[in-house]
T-cell receptor, first 112, second 113 residues
Framework: GQQVMQIPQYQHVQEGEDFTTYCNSS?????IQWYKQRPGGHPVFLIQ?????EVKKQKRLTFQFGEAKKNSSLHITATQTTDVGTYFC????????????FGPGTRLSVLP | DSGVTQTPKHLITATGQRVTLRCSPR?????VYWYQQSLDQGLQFLIH???????AKGNILERFSAQQFPDLHSELNLSSLELGDSALYFC????????????FGEGSRLTVL
């Protein structure tokens, strides 16, 4: 079955440093989503990518979908303490897929 | 506030018992998804309902069952509970029949002693 992996599992950065998390799927994806879960909170939708090679930006966050639609990345520029949390990617295998398969997440710590 | 309501927020019970978790989706959302999140783990998909019908099953144990009612709220029933069932159970809703943006509730934290 479809597997979605993320690296790194944990990342500690100093405030102001950049951060990147990578997501890889064992199969080609029709689209991919990113969620953020703050400590003690619930996942919150960030973005969905659909097209091969797509790049989307949200302020300091840049999301990319690979050309082969099997990988994705989330890059945060100049991290802030408010960026702390776990970032999950979730991939859907095909356009008829009923659900997204979540990766294990990357937990980001930002030291002030 | 996502608009998805889950009850109870916390539940402590003993092994062998049965519990029911409840989810009210956002107004107008017809899809309800259930996920299990164990300590420091990712989100494991359990089951998806759309407008009362089961649409997809994930890694849901036979001891677990769910349903979506005509008013669109959903319940997840967990029976013969084991220590390993201790986890955070999230419900998420979406307006679409196929997975779109998911709106998660705050979760129900189950502790089995």
């Amino acid at each position: 079955g479809q597997q979605v992996m993320q690296i790194p599992q944990y990342q500690h950065v100093q405030e102001g440093e950049d951060f990147t998390t990578y997501c890889n799927s064992s199969t080609t994806l029709s689209n991919i989503q990113w969620y953020k879960q703050r400590p003690g909170g619930h996942p919150v939708f960030l973005i969905q990518l659909v097209k091969s090679g797509e790049v989307k930006k949200q302020k300091r966050l840049t999301f990319q979908f690979g050309e082969a639609k099997k990988n994705s990345s989330l890059h945060i520029t100049a991290t802030q303490t408010t960026d702390v949390g776990t970032y999950f990617c979730a991939g859907r295998e095909d356009n008829y897929g009923q659900n997204f398969v979540f990766g294990p997440g990357t937990r980001l710590s930002v030291l002030p | 506030d996502s608009g998805v309501t889950q009850t109870p927020k916390h539940l402590i019970t003993a092994t062998g018992q049965r519990v029911t978790l409840r989810c009210s989706p956002r107004s107008g959302d017809l899809s309800v998804y259930w996920y299990q999140q164990s300590l420091d783990q990712g989100l494991q998909f359990l089951i998806h309902y759309y407008n009362g019908e089961e649409r997809a099953k994930g890694n849901i144990l036979e001891r677990f069952s769910a349903q979506q009612f005509p008013d669109l709220h959903s319940e997840l029933n967990l029976s013969s509970l084991e220590l390993g069932d201790s986890a955070l159970y999230f419900c998420a809703s979406s307006p679409l029949p196929r997975a779109g943006e998911l709106f998660f509730g705050e979760g129900s934290r189950l502790t089995v002693l």
